[in-house]
């Protein structure tokens, strides 16, 4: 078991989730920004309580962070991009390579190793198709290790969730009853 795994399987032991908690999480996952106050109104429970629980998933790792949704084609970034890398080997040593050298692109939002034909698949945001040949030319094909580049253009965002409400789904209704 690596490191990692076991890591994780220790705090996930260390706290489990329990119907409010989903609730709280539920909740944040719609609305990072809601007060104490807020979701004690929306769960039925005092704020101390929920300043209490949001604290520990915090500090168990169910929440990881806060951040803003920012309107990115407000910053003119209308035109997203999928890129499927193939590398020239899948040694560790050239994974990391790639790797070191995605972290330095400007432009890639999102990278993740893969299964099947590509080795990696990055989302890239660009304003325009000549600021992607830019972005192409002076980020993506400097990358190490890169054997082919295919690219996918969006074309509508019919979806845009970072949580699959599925995993609220055998959550009871809006209010609770605290213990």
């Known amino acids: 078991m690596s490191d990692d795994a076991f ?25 990072a920004r809601a007060s104490q106050v807020d979701l004690a ?15 520990s998933l915090e500090e ?20 997203t991009i999928f890129v499927r890398i193939a590398l020239d080997s899948q040694s560790e040593d050239a994974l990391k390579s790639f790797e070191e050298g995605v972290l330095e692109c400007p432009s890639i939002t999102r990278c993740f190793l893969m299964s099947g034909s590509d080795d990696y698949v990055a989302t890239v945001l660009a304003k325009d198709i000549e600021d ?31 949580v699959p409400p ?12 605290h213990r």
Do not use: C, W
Not at 41 to 55: E, M, V, W
Not at 132 to 148: D, M, N
Not at 166 to 177: L, Y
């Open 166 to 177: 599925a995993i609220f789904a055998q959550r009871t209704p809006n209010k609770m009853s």
């Open 60 to 79: 168990n790792g169910y929440i990881k962070g806060y951040r803003a949704d920012l309107d990115l084609s407000r910053f003119g970034l209308r035109l």
């Open 132 to 162: 992607f040949e830019r972005i192409h030319r002076t980020e993506l094909s400097r990358l190490p290790r890169v054997a082919r580049i295919q690219s996918s253009f969006a074309i509508r965002n019919v979806l845009d969730r970072t």
């Open 41 to 55: 109104a929306r769960i039925g429970l005092s704020g101390t309580a929920i300043a209490r629980r949001q604290k």
């Open 7 to 31: 890591l994780i399987g220790h705090r996930l032991k260390a706290m489990d989730i329990d119907k409010i908690d989903s609730a709280i999480l539920e909740e944040l996952s719609k609305d």
